[in-house]
């Protein structure tokens, strides 16, 4: 018969190895939000239970203490660890950590095909807009093509990766970014559709904090769960966005996730964010 010092011992093993057990399933978790996902990471787009292929790449946080000044808020760049950095990351630092949120940006992608035209609410998306900017200023998104579109369920076309460049296709393409992650910002949930025609959303891997550059221009509403930042609404230029549209795509991305690489090519030589306004 078990005496009560030894049933006592038995629970208190079995506390200790749930606790162990919990510890290493939360040190796991870290480990995955934090890890790059695989060699060609990607971005899930929900579309009524299907899987849409776009892009994602994982980081580490970065802490700041100092707090925001009037008008600014405070951003944190979550930079991707060195040792996890593909050759399609590029490192042009990081944004300033205080940014304004007040004001509207004009975003002009400047394409072989024309220019589309944004509008920005820096009240809206403070971190994202700073983020944008940023890289606009470093040269980041030029000559960079647009590589994916979509043209069943969803209605995008995705562009944002700088390793999407020069002549024809590769793998990896989609797979690019900066060398830093932010958070999502501006979620539609109480819109119907959340994505409408003429949105500017980012990309993301369908994690909390895993926004980087890639983004996509909504040329019809798409179904999407609203997990990814609306950055802007376009003003001008969506003509080109549907003349892409209606040559279609070459199915490259069919079997895995539908969509493929835009049949017109879309290369943008320049994006350019005006200062703030009001």
Request: aromatic content about 4%; proline content about 6%; overall charge positive.
């Amino acid at each position: 018969m078990t005496s009560t010092r030894e049933r006592q011992r038995a629970a208190a093993r079995a506390r200790l190895e749930k606790e162990m057990a919990e510890r290493g399933a939360r040190a796991r978790k870290r480990r995955q939000t934090q890890a790059i996902v695989g060699a060609a990471s990607v971005l899930v787009l929900v579309v009524a239970g299907t899987v849409w292929l776009v892009t994602s790449l994982g980081g580490d946080d970065e802490t700041d203490t100092a707090g925001p000044a009037a008008g600014n808020v405070q951003c944190a760049w979550n930079e991707v660890p060195a040792d996890q950095r593909s050759k399609q990351i590029k490192d042009v630092g990081l944004p300033p950590a205080q940014q304004a949120n007040k004001g509207t940006q004009t975003m002009t992608i400047d394409t072989n095909l024309g220019p589309i035209t944004a509008t920005v609410d820096r009240s809206l998306v403070p971190c994202t807009a700073g983020s944008f900017t940023h890289l606009a200023e470093k040269n980041f998104f030029d000559n960079s093509k647009c590589h994916r579109l979509v043209t069943e369920g969803i209605k995008v076309l995705q562009c944002g990766d700088p390793s999407a460049s020069g002549t024809g296709w590769r793998q990896t393409d989609g797979t690019g970014g900066p060398s830093y992650r932010l958070a999502e910002e501006n979620l539609p949930t109480d819109k119907r559709p959340p994505y409408p025609e003429g949105v500017i959303a980012m990309a993301n891997s369908g994690q909390p904090g895993s926004t980087g550059s890639q983004f996509f221009i909504v040329y019809g509403d798409s179904p999407l769960d609203p997990n990814y930042t609306v950055v802007g609404t376009v003003t001008g230029g969506m003509d080109i966005v549907k003349q892409v549209a209606a040559a279609g795509d070459d199915k490259a991305f069919a079997k895995q996730a539908g969509g493929g690489h835009p049949k017109k090519e879309v290369t943008i030589k320049k994006i350019l964010m005006s200062a703030p306004q009001g």
